[in-house]
């Protein structure tokens, strides 16, 4: 054997050698995992004989028709299509809106700004779903904030009912106009309306009608409930300011530290040519930024279509199955009721489609009307 030979032959055993490991745990931590979904997704697995089911065998694609026959599947795959688009036309503008005002200094302390921006990031996921459930909460501070108001407009009222009675002068005429303004509630709240709520008024002292007139606030103001999380047509709405405003500091980072890579001095060459800052946002930071832009596209559709710990924390899918995505959906179906872990794994691979036909969709339009970055 040649010596150039037995080089070439310890090269290869050398980087074998290096890369099978690497390589085993690839094929047991993913490709492993993805080959089983796959043929749990045709099976008629449910536990094995070992749990009492049957033993293993090819079912066929049934699992995947019933999947697609099944509204809550459209429902959740709605959601995801909301939160994708938040994502996309979101949380990328507006990152690389903040990153390029960050770069350019357009704000004082630039620093600053880019840690408040990017602090949602470092808070854990728990953490935040629930933070901003008890926003929206009813009992939350939105809740408090809008009944604090409604108090203070029929305190403002009842102040007008006694000062036209001159002061504590209950008559029956004021109780009535009371009732009137707190409407068909109010007077459901007495067995006789009138005299009971003239009692009630006259059982405090004549000194104090602010108090007489902040406790039937308290008794009679209309009540705000916040049905964010709860009404089908505005319970996804809370979620996607959410996300917008948690993931938004994550593709700041991202723009910011490749702008940081372009040559000042090409900048700084357009600014003297007379180049304002829409053209040099337009000519120079986006053309240089393209190829960043797809990867960041690409990391918000998957990062989309994987979101879980967030929505599960703030509404667990909510009523209704209202703010349900496909992870949630996949998970009640593998997890709660009777566990269907053939059905579980055929959402998990129409996820999977889904996301590479996107990203695929997403590499095809930078291919067609793209730049490339210099």
């Known amino acids: 054997m040649s010596r150039a030979k037995r080089i070439d032959r310890e ?3 050398a980087y074998w050698t290096m890369v099978l490991p690497a390589f085993a745990v690839y094929l047991l931590v993913m490709a492993f995992p993805i080959v089983l979904s796959i043929i749990l997704s045709v099976s008629n697995y449910n536990g094995g004989k070992m749990f009492g089911g049957p033993k293993w065998g090819f ?4 699992q995947y028709a019933r999947t697609v026959a099944d509204p809550l599947f459209w429902n959740a795959l709605k959601n995801n299509a909301y939160i994708v688009l938040v994502s996309v036309f979101g949380q990328l503008p507006l990152g690389f809106i903040f990153a390029y005002i ?3 200094r357009i704000v004082k302390w630039p620093g600053f700004w880019q840690g408040v921006l ?3 990031n470092i808070i854990s996921i728990i953490v935040v779903g629930l933070l901003w459930q008890t926003v929206f909460s009813p009992s939350g501070p939105i809740a408090e904030f809008m009944n604090s108001i409604y108090h203070r407009a029929f305190e403002a009222k009842l102040s007008e009912l006694f000062a ?3 002061g504590f002068n209950v008559t029956d005429g004021l109780v009535k106009r009371i009732l009137d303004l707190a409407g068909p509630s109010g007077a459901a709240m007495f067995a006789n309306p009138v005299p009971d709520l003239k009692d009630f008024i006259l059982s405090y002292p004549q000194g104090h009608l602010g108090q007489v007139i902040n406790d039937l606030a308290n008794l009679f103001a209309q009540k705000w409930r916040p049905a964010f999380l709860t009404r089908p047509d505005q319970a996804m709405l809370p979620v996607l300011f959410v996300i917008l405003w948690m993931y938004t500091g994550m593709y700041l980072i991202l723009f910011l530290a490749n702008m940081q890579k372009i040559d000042v001095q090409v900048i700084e060459s357009a600014r003297i040519d007379g180049a304002n800052e829409a053209q040099v946002m337009r000519h120079i930071i986006l053309p240089a930024l393209s190829g960043t832009m797809v990867n960041a596209a690409i990391l918000a559709i998957s990062g989309s279509l994987s979101s879980f710990a967030l929505i599960f924390a703030m509404t667990g899918g909510g009523p209704s ?3 349900e995505i496909l992870s949630i959906y996949m998970y009640n179906k593998a997890f709660l009721g009777s ?8 959402i998990a691979l129409i ?3 889904v996301s590479f036909l996107l990203i695929a969709l997403t590499k095809a339009l930078e291919k067609r009307y793209g730049g490339k970055e210099e």
């Open 11 to 13: 090269e290869g055993r």
């Open 59 to 62: 079912a066929g694609f049934g």
């Open 102 to 104: 960050i770069y350019r």
């Open 118 to 120: 990017y602090l949602p």
């Open 164 to 166: 036209a009675a001159g």
């Open 321 to 323: 199955h209202v703010t």
């Open 339 to 346: 566990p269907n872990f053939p059905l579980a794994n055929a």
């Open 351 to 353: 996820m999977v489609a």
